[in-house]
């Protein structure tokens, strides 16, 4: 079967729901059946439970002059390929961050560096850095979010600009990278709630900590988004965390009144809610265009990360398709493609990029313990404490997230 070749303006929203269209039904009852026999016998962290093992709904992808794409780019399979993976070499990329330089810190097995995603019924485009800074000439990029986010940023540079010298400019909550033959600017935005917080200190932001949380003010972090070109947002791992302190009135005001609560579905819905209404009277609808990333990966656990140990010596990927991780709630993705959903009915468009289902997949690709330790800690490492296996390894899968936003961008 001839592959189709990339055609998508304006594509709606892909939601989770999506995500497993090409499945054969036959083969989902089955796996269906099967999980629920194993759900009383088998730790749900490694198997999808009953109710969020569904028959995903299928939804048409209608470019701009009414005809269907036909490519879910986010449907497909992992595939082994040391040919035209790695990308980049993590040694070459000046622009590396030590908190995903896996080799470097004595990770043994590369493989992880050489699978590819492969869409069902297309080929994702060549990642082309200097096609994408003629595209980005005179033009300004920001990546708004947490680390996750600085992840997919320092993936985005490697791809474009690996050769340049690390000349990154810490400004405020910016961390600003400069293409001066292009006049373009590709940053980082550290904003891990997108609303106002405790936390939004780009160097100081101690991971036990309690979290503070303005949901309703988010003036102080936008206004700086206001001048860019293209956004891309994420947020969601730090709503995960069991306890949140929700402060109404300013950090400084002595009127100030603050709440511990359980964080919810509602605390997160209220905060898109605050960006959106940002977004719809603050951002010029012309000129700038708007990405949202979806939920990245991981399970939850004891580690330092408040993830599980399970990446640790992880040399595959999972071949499950109906793989989901018990970390991602179904619930806080919904609010996200909703309020995407109601921003487009009132005239903003945001682009939702829903890398959730490709990158589960891949347990193999997390740092674990084959990173820098900022501080002194025992040696060697417990990797039932230390696993990192929330981020990711570079090269590697955000280098995918940043092939997909690569195609998005050469359609503007």
Same mark, same amino acid.
């Given at each position: 079967?001839?592959?189709?070749?990339?055609?998508?303006?304006?594509?709606?929203?892909?939601?989770?729901?999506?995500?497993?269209?090409?499945?054969?039904?036959?083969?989902?009852?089955?796996?269906?059946?099967?999980?629920?026999?194993?759900?009383?016998?088998?730790?749900?962290?490694?198997?999808?439970?009953?109710?969020?093992?569904?028959?995903?709904?299928?939804?048409?992808?209608?470019?701009?002059?009414?005809?269907?794409?036909?490519?879910?780019?986010?449907?497909?399979?992992?595939?082994?390929?040391?040919?035209?993976?790695?990308?980049?070499?993590?040694?070459?990329?000046?622009?590396?961050?030590?908190?995903?330089?896996?080799?470097?810190?004595?990770?043994?097995?590369?493989?992880?560096?050489?699978?590819?995603?492969?869409?069902?019924?297309?080929?994702?485009?060549?990642?082309?850095?200097?096609?994408?800074?003629?595209?980005?000439?005179?033009?300004?990029?920001?990546?708004?979010?947490?680390?996750?986010?600085? &992840?997919? @940023?320092?993936?985005? $540079?490697?791809?474009? %600009?690996?050769?340049?010298?690390? *000349? +990154?400019?810490?400004?405020?909550?910016?961390?600003?990278?400069?293409?001066?033959?292009?006049?373009?600017?590709?940053?980082?935005?550290?904003?891990?709630?997108?609303?106002?917080?405790?936390?939004?200190?780009?160097?100081?932001?101690?991971?036990?900590?309690?979290?503070?949380?303005?949901?309703?003010?988010?003036?102080?972090?936008?206004?700086?988004?206001?001048?860019?070109?293209?956004?891309?947002?994420?947020?969601?791992?730090?709503?995960?965390?069991?306890?949140?302190?929700?402060?109404?009135?300013?950090?400084?005001?002595?009127?100030?009144?603050?709440?511990?609560?359980?964080?919810?579905?509602?605390?997160?819905?209220?905060?898109? &809610?605050? @960006?959106?209404?940002? $977004?719809?009277?603050? %951002?010029?609808?012309?000129?700038? *265009? +708007?990405?949202?990333?979806?939920?990245?990966?991981?399970?939850?656990?004891?580690?330092?990360?408040?993830?599980?140990?399970?990446?640790?010596?992880?040399?595959?990927?999972?071949?499950?398709?109906?793989?989901?991780?018990?970390?991602?709630?179904?619930?806080?993705?919904?609010?996200?493609?909703?309020?995407?959903?109601?921003?487009?009915?009132?005239?903003?468009?945001?682009?939702?990029?829903?890398?959730?289902?490709?990158?589960?997949?891949?347990?193999?690709?997390?740092?674990?313990?084959?990173?820098?330790?900022?501080?002194?800690?025992?040696?060697?490492?417990?990797?039932?404490?230390?696993?990192?296996?929330?981020?990711?390894?570079?090269?590697?899968?955000?280098?995918?997230?940043?092939?997909?936003?690569?195609?998005?961008?050469?359609?503007?």
């Amino acid at each position: 079967m001839r592959r189709k070749k990339l055609k998508r303006k304006n594509m709606s929203v892909v939601t989770w729901k999506d995500t497993l269209k090409f499945l054969p039904i036959a083969a989902v009852f089955t796996a269906a059946l099967a999980f629920a026999a194993l759900y009383l016998t088998i730790n749900t962290a490694h198997i999808v439970s009953p109710e969020n093992l569904v028959i995903f709904k299928e939804r048409e992808m209608v470019t701009k002059n009414g005809t269907i794409s036909g490519c879910n780019l986010f449907a497909g399979r992992w595939v082994y390929d040391d040919v035209s993976r790695p990308l980049y070499k993590e040694g070459k990329c000046k622009l590396m961050e030590e908190d995903f330089a896996c080799e470097k810190y004595g990770r043994k097995n590369l493989k992880y560096q050489n699978w590819r995603w492969q869409p069902h019924q297309c080929d994702l485009p060549m990642f082309n850095g200097t096609a994408l800074l003629e595209k980005l000439r005179n033009k300004k990029v920001v990546f708004v979010g947490d680390s996750l986010n600085r &992840n997919q @940023w320092r993936s985005f $540079l490697c791809l474009t %600009v690996p050769h340049l010298p690390p *000349k +990154i400019i810490l400004k405020g909550n910016y961390l600003n990278f400069e293409v001066k033959d292009y006049n373009a600017t590709i940053s980082l935005y550290w904003s891990p709630y997108l609303v106002e917080s405790n936390f939004d200190n780009t160097l100081n932001h101690g991971a036990n900590d309690q979290r503070t949380i303005r949901l309703k003010s988010i003036e102080k972090h936008g206004r700086n988004w206001m001048n860019a070109d293209i956004l891309i947002f994420d947020t969601f791992a730090w709503w995960t965390i069991p306890n949140t302190t929700i402060l109404w009135g300013s950090f400084n005001s002595s009127d100030a009144i603050y709440k511990q609560v359980q964080t919810s579905v509602r605390h997160y819905e209220i905060a898109l &809610n605050t @960006w959106s209404e940002w $977004l719809e009277f603050q %951002v010029d609808r012309n000129k700038t *265009k +708007i990405f949202f990333m979806s939920a990245s990966p991981f399970r939850l656990g004891l580690t330092t990360w408040g993830t599980s140990s399970s990446c640790y010596n992880a040399t595959e990927p999972i071949f499950d398709e109906t793989y989901w991780p018990n970390a991602v709630k179904r619930s806080l993705m919904e609010v996200a493609e909703s309020t995407i959903e109601k921003l487009e009915e009132r005239g903003v468009k945001v682009q939702y990029l829903n890398i959730t289902q490709l990158s589960s997949y891949r347990e193999d690709a997390h740092p674990s313990i084959y990173k820098q330790f900022w501080k002194s800690i025992e040696k060697p490492l417990d990797p039932n404490k230390y696993s990192d296996c929330m981020h990711w390894c570079l090269p590697g899968v955000p280098d995918t997230w940043n092939e997909i936003l690569y195609a998005y961008i050469m359609e503007l």
